[in-house]
């Protein structure tokens, strides 16, 4: 099940035009001008779009700009380089000759021609002197046009955004005054998923399933953590040429009571527990999943009730997720479900023990754009992974699951990975039965 990229940009088209809408509706009197800007490269051999860019446009060309005038006219900008791209590195922007084939109106050069195949945010006007100038024009066109685009602070991602924008004001200092931020716009239409969507991160979660369930039966006394990584990681590549979609997490013994442990060099022991967190990355969308394994493939007295106690959680808060609820509010805590998790810990005397979020939205990114504090709604997509750490004991526990939200309560889409503390001893006891010669 490998990956085709889209070639019909009508979905992409339409998510434009939802975003257009939802800006004129904000204000009817605004002229607004939508400008999206692609990520660069910052290495040379692998590129990967940023998320929003992605998600409305479907382009997977770096340094790209794309324009929405407020006659709905939409032009595509593009570096003009001096050297032939394609010669070093995989790329669109040479076929980018027929603007129908990307659903826009129009294709020009951002600005003059430049050195080299690459490009980087690093200003000189001359790159962009044909862009500066089609906004300069649109600007002085009615008085109340602004340009809406990513102005959003919250996370460190959109600074190189940020800092290329901030060089469009120096040149047009009309725009310091006429620009607005849409990132809360982008952001509630990204958390709901439509079919393409949740079709592609179910693939993911097919994957990284296969990837848990190979990782069950290598674990080993002796074993190292970075052989349970390239076993998983394999998987990956092979069934479907994708990729990890966040460093993944092979920690054994007290590396299990490290959340985000990456260093995955120790050797596995008996009676250890591994913690697996992993997901893969299919047609940009991510899985997020995590299972707990017992080394000596039987859970001790102890890491048996304490999984107990986690999983009883999770199949709690399963059963309370609908829509209306909250992933993470403080102000209703009888509707926030990190809020009732903490709660079913405290009775079970363990809430110290748990020091995390209790899920997050899933999509484009693994910790996907959504705010936490508004209600959960029908078509979102997102994690549940209460955890328990307990550094005294060695013992780290999380399991983690991926849900979409429906009408009346949520589906699960990792369903086909065990989770159940015989069915993961069971899972674990496969290769060898598998192995066993016949009496
Ligand atoms: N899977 C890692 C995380 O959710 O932070
Ligand atoms: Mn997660």
């Keep these: 099940m490998v990956f085709t990229p889209p070639t019909n940009f009508a979905l992409f088209k339409q998510r434009r035009k939802q975003l257009v809408e939802s800006l004129r509706n904000q204000n009817k009197d605004q002229h607004n001008i939508i400008m999206l800007i692609a990520d660069f490269e910052t290495d040379r051999h692998i590129f990967r779009q940023e998320s929003s860019f992605y998600y409305l446009t479907g382009i997977t060309e770096p340094a790209v700009i794309l324009c929405i005038f407020p006659n709905g006219r939409e032009i595509l900008y593009i570096p003009q380089f001096g050297t032939k791209r394609s010669t070093w590195t995989p790329t669109m922007v040479e076929s980018l000759n027929d603007a129908s084939k990307v659903g826009v109106d129009e294709i020009r050069f951002l600005g003059e021609k430049t050195a080299g195949y690459s490009y980087s945010s690093v200003f000189t006007k001359e790159k962009y002197v044909h862009l500066i100038h089609d906004l300069a024009n649109a600007l002085q066109t009615h008085e109340t046009t602004q340009v809406a685009t990513l102005r959003d602070q919250s996370h460190g991602g959109l600074l190189w955004h940020i800092d290329l924008y901030n060089h469009f004001i120096a040149e047009l200092p009309a725009l310091a005054h006429q620009t607005i931020d849409c990132s809360t716009l982008i952001y509630e239409m990204r958390r709901i998923k439509d079919d393409y969507e949740t079709d592609l991160i179910y693939k993911a979660v097919q994957i990284t399933s296969m990837a848990h369930k190979t990782a069950a039966t290598l674990i080993e006394p002796g074993t190292h953590e ?65 299972r707990t394994y017992p080394v000596s493939k039987q859970f001790t007295p102890r890491q048996r009730e304490i999984y107990q106690k986690v999983l009883d959680t999770q199949l709690y808060i399963e059963s309370l997720a609908k829509p209306g609820m909250f992933l993470k509010n403080a102000r209703y805590p009888e509707k926030s479900l990190h809020h009732l998790a903490v709660t079913a810990f405290e009775r079970q005397g363990l809430a110290q023990y748990f ?85």
């Design 226 to 290: 970075y052989e349970i990584l390239a076993a998983v990681e394999c998987v990956f590549t092979q069934v479907a040429a994708a990729t990890p979609a966040f460093p993944s997490i092979i920690a054994s013994g007290q590396n299990t009571t490290i959340i985000h442990y990456t260093q995955r060099n120790r050797q596995i022991k008996d009676d250890d527990l591994v913690v697996v967190d992993i997901g893969a990355e299919y047609g940009m969308y991510s899985a997020d999943l995590t």
């Design 355 to 439: 020091c995390h979020g209790l899920g997050h939205y899933l999509g484009l990114d693994v910790h996907d754009v959504g705010d936490l504090q508004q209600p959960l709604q029908p078509g979102e997509i997102f994690t549940l992974e209460p955890g328990v750490y307990i550094p005294a004991e060695n013992i780290g526990i999380r399991i983690e699951d991926n849900y979409i939200m429906a009408d009346d309560g949520i589906v699960c889409l990792s369903y086909e990975l065990p989770k159940h503390p015989d069915e993961i001893e069971n899972m674990m006891n496969l290769q060898e039965s598998n192995n066993a010669s016949p009496e």
